[in-house]
């Protein structure tokens, strides 16, 4: 994954020359501590240990993986945390992560270190922090959590400025001296003021002075990438701050000549060449020049000419007129902010100061190589002869755009192979181009490349990457060495001290000896030319330069490919730490800051989308997005902005997923975000019983189907049988519930299961049809007489009312599944006469009370369902509901409950005993 990451960016920077300020390797150095481990992955858990745990909750002390004192990560402060009421005692602690003694911190944020000691003379709410950054633990009773809180802290990360609680800004003292400090590079250029808090709150703080509760502080930021040092006295109350500028050392200006006619500098007569008058408090006072006597374009490229110019003071204007003698190119005075943009392009009788090299000379080149040295015939107007270029986009001249078949011809063929010229009108613009002879291309997809990036380009026959430099195409790199003595001895000699040669090793196809350094392949304007083979996949060149064992500047040298580039330009006397003068095209990187989003909510057995679309570059940078699902602490799980993760966990859960972002410059941060899983009750489906009567005594069994989007849960049945009984449990397995019972008494039932996971949620459903209970020997009804019909019993005509007979005899015979008999009604005002055809049930509960069901005809005719509620009792009572089918239950007549007997009589036979 990490060798995927590097080629992702090595593409995207496709060999552009960007730098690293090395003032990020300063601000590395103030955060390094003395005993201090090197960078180790982001832990997934931070355990306070030690004498105190079993006092907090854990089952004994020093136990790394104990919960009960475990640290919570704040991604705000992006620094772990946590509050405890710890008794008044002497107590000693260090920090464990990731729940084991294989990574544990200790004093002066020392791996392994010394146990901590903590000392309450009373009980405490002590709250204990670990900064995995600097991998300082500490607590707010033995240290003075103090925050640079001020009117900058919302460019550091922070929710706002003048907060605080915000941890980003806070300063530390690893080394228990008493001096806290905060270095930052991420402040941009401006004005500010602060005050240092103390405990993350405004009830002590210091301003000016080292006053409580005193004035601001005020302070500005000179410089893009400047360094800011705030600093705090424990002793005194002190409060400082310092900048440190972190321009480049260099501003660098190109001018092209297109004749070539730059002149000679050698002279001395500054009639006899083009120079650069230079004045202003932007630069070194060295490089402020005479009108006679104007800095020369001491340095070459494939744009033409160029000066380094050394920065000073604290000022960004660069000042200049281009001149030969008192003939100035432009008359103009001149001049660009170098701390915008340090390197700059200037044409030949054009006032305008580029910030590209495209833009200045109005064209990017591509460079074609093929192995077998054929690039056909461009003089042919058959583009199956020859290697052209088919070109698109808006970046290009309207006069470039080809048609398939006229494709633009190379401008020319040099050492490299074929090249076109291809004029631009928009250099933010991609041109997109396909290398083809015929139909036949080479390497094949459609290729594009940004003109604002990369002036020249340069292909390989096969090779589908687009290179920006030769170096990374053709695997070298290339070193230009310039002294201000000329003397580079003689490069002939076969004893090493007569030369300045080139010794490498690390990263070199073929290493060197110490006395057979490499000599120069080449020389140019500027002075010597090293062109030095890599081996495959170098990420970095080791290098001295030296005559005999006298080294320029001294130390051993790392050229970082992927930082500076594949070629480099390297003065006498450099400073070791920042060697080149084309730091001019330097990009002063802030590393990115990862926001995995969230908290995330999400149903079990669902996808939760994890956006991580908050994270920030300041150079706006991010180019690529990793993600841990599995909080294994390996970001290989997913890639890009935003992602889907299934979860199959059972809720109710909580996990933790983790995101990291990396820019161009393989900057990273990573942030971890959590996953709430809430448990779905299951979703129970109709359940469905016997569809007819069933004997008392005898098994009925319901069922019903069930889902579940909880994979891992388990599941209870329980059904409510509607008698007031105790219920036998029932099962639940692969989605079918199921429950059996006996009644005991004959009746109507109403019947209802429920199923519940084993996270204790549930869903109940009700039996459609009611469950029938009966007893063959328990007895018979007989009825007959009268009742007086009310109105709105006969649905068809709701007024209408009187009397209405009827006469009935239900019985079972014996060893029969339905009764037996015969039912009559009649209500002859609304010439309505039901006649039995068939019962389907009796059921007789006790002696005063019976029901029946069956089907019958009225007036003759259809089929028509029917119940009737019999009452044995003072006075009887007698109710009749019939009824049709049609798409739901159409009432014919219903006279209602508990209607009493106008005349006549209603016996319930019990059985005989």
Not at 86 to 96: H, L
Not at 341 to 363: L, M, R
Not at 694 to 720: K, R, S
Not at 733 to 749: L, N
């Amino acid at each position: 994954m990490a060798e995927a990451k590097h080629a992702v960016i090595r593409e995207l920077r496709r060999g552009r020359t960007l730098v690293v300020l090395t003032v990020l390797a300063m601000l590395a150095a103030l955060f390094v501590f003395p005993g201090v481990a090197a960078a180790s992955p982001d832990p997934t858990s931070v355990t306070v240990v030690g004498s105190l745990q079993g006092e907090l909750g854990c089952p004994g002390d020093w136990q790394p993986d104990c919960a009960a004192t475990h640290l919570t990560y704040d991604g705000t402060d992006d620094v772990w945390q946590g509050v405890f009421a710890v008794p008044a005692g002497n107590w000693e602690y260090k920090a464990a992560l990731n729940d084991s003694w294989d990574e544990h911190y200790g004093a002066n944020a020392t791996q392994n270190g010394a146990n901590i000691p903590l000392n309450l003379g009373a009980p405490t709410d002590v709250k204990f922090y670990y900064d995995h950054r600097t991998h300082w633990v500490t607590d707010n009773q033995t240290s003075r959590i103090a925050t640079a809180a001020g009117s900058f802290q919302s460019e550091l990360g922070c929710a706002g400025d003048w907060d605080p609680g915000c941890l980003r800004s806070w300063l530390q003292d690893p080394d228990g001296d008493g001096i806290y400090v905060f270095s930052t590079t991420a402040i941009s250029a401006g004005s500010y003021e602060f005050k240092v808090a103390i405990n993350e709150g405004w009830d002590e703080n210091y301003g000016a002075g080292g006053v409580q509760n005193g004035e601001n502080i005020l302070f500005s930021v000179p410089d893009v990438c400047a360094v800011v040092t705030f600093t705090f006295d424990s002793a005194t109350n002190d409060v400082t701050v310092e900048t440190a500028g972190a321009r480049p050392v260099y501003a660098v200006v190109h001018y092209n000549r297109p004749a070539g006619d730059y002149g000679d500098y050698t002279t001395g007569d500054f009639n006899d060449f083009w120079g650069l008058h230079l004045w202003g408090a932007a630069i070194d006072p060295s490089e402020v020049t005479d009108w006679p006597d104007p800095k020369p374009f001491e340095g070459e490229d494939e744009f033409g000419r160029f000066a380094w110019i050394e920065r000073g003071g604290s000022d960004s204007q660069v000042n200049f007129i281009i001149h030969r003698g008192d003939t100035k190119d432009t008359p103009n005075d001149r001049f660009f902010d170098a701390d915008v943009n340090p390197e700059v392009w200037v044409a030949e009788g054009d006032a305008t100061i580029y910030t590209t090299q495209a833009d200045a000379q109005g064209f990017v080149t591509i460079h074609y190589h093929r192995d077998d040295g054929d690039y056909g015939d461009p003089m042919s107007a058959d583009y199956n002869d020859f290697w052209g270029l088919h070109l698109w986009g808006d970046a290009i001249d309207l006069l470039e755009v080809t048609d398939w078949p006229d494709p633009k011809p190379p401008t020319g063929v040099d050492d490299f192979g074929a090249f076109w010229e291809v004029q631009i009108v928009e250099s933010s613009q991609p041109v997109n181009f396909i290398i083809h002879r015929g139909d036949t291309k080479d390497p094949g997809p459609d290729q594009s490349m940004v003109p604002f990036d990369d002036a020249t380009v340069w292909v390989l026959s096969g090779d589908e990457t687009i290179y920006g430099q030769r170096g990374e195409a053709e695997g070298f790199a290339t070193l230009h060495y310039h002294r201000d003595d000329a003397d580079y001895g003689d490069t002939t000699s076969a004893d090493y001290n007569d030369f300045w040669g080139l010794h490498v090793w690390d990263g070199a196809l073929v290493p060197t000896q110490w006395t057979d350094p490499l000599r120069p392949n080449r020389t140019d304007l500027f002075g010597l030319v090293f062109d030095v083979d890599l081996e495959a996949g170098a990420t970095e060149l080791a290098y001295i330069l030296h005559r005999g064992d006298t080294k320029d500047p001294g130390p051993d040298q790392v050229l970082n490919l992927e930082t500076w580039g594949y070629e480099v330009w390297q003065l006498s006397g450099a400073d070791p730490a920042r060697p080149y003068i084309r730091m001019a095209s330097a990009v002063c990187n802030q590393p990115p800051v990862a926001d995995a989003g969230g908290p995330y909510t999400v149903d079990e057995g669902s996808s939760v989308a994890l956006d991580g679309s908050g994270s920030a570059d300041p150079n706006n940078d991010i180019v690529l997005y990793e993600w841990d699902l599995d909080n294994d602490g390996e970001y290989d799980d997913a890639t890009g902005m935003t992602t889907s993760s299934t979860v199959d966990v059972d809720g109710p859960d909580s996990h933790i997923v983790g995101l990291r972002v990396a820019d161009s410059y393989g900057e990273s941060d990573s942030d971890t975000a959590t996953v709430n899983v809430l448990n779905v009750a299951p979703t129970l489906g109709p359940i469905s019983g016997p569809l007819g009567p069933v004997a008392a005594g005898t098994n009925v069994t319901v069922t019903g189907n069930y889902t579940d989007p909880g994979v891992l849960d388990t599941h209870t049945a329980a059904c409510d049988w509607g008698d007031g009984g105790s219920y036998p449990t029932g099962t639940a397995t692969a989605g079918t519930a199921s429950c059996t019972y006996q009644y005991s008494s004959p009746g109507v039932y109403t019947v209802q299961m429920t199923v519940t996971d084993n996270d204790g949620d549930s869903d109940t459903k009700t039996l459609d049809l009611q469950i029938v209970v009966y007893d063959p020997s328990g007895g018979f009804v007989t009825g007959g007489g009268w009742i007086d019909s009310p109105p709105g019993a006969y649905t068809a005509d709701p007024t209408l009312a009187g009397k209405a007979d009827f006469g009935f005899v239900s019985k079972y015979k014996k060893g029969a599944l339905a009764p037996d008999g015969n039912t009559e009604f009649q209500f002859r005002t609304a010439d309505l006469n039901f006649h039995l055809s068939n019962y389907d049930w009796l059921v007789v509960t006790g002696s005063n009370s019976a029901k029946f069901k069956g089907v019958g005809t009225v007036n003759g005719e259809g089929e028509y369902k029917f119940q009737i509620w019999a009452g044995d009792d003072t006075p009887d009572t007698f109710r009749i509901k019939i009824w049709y089918e049609d798409g739901g239950e159409v009432v014919v007549y219903d006279n209602g409950m508990n209607l009493p007997l106008g005349g006549g009589s209603i016996v319930i036979h019990t059985a005989k005993k």
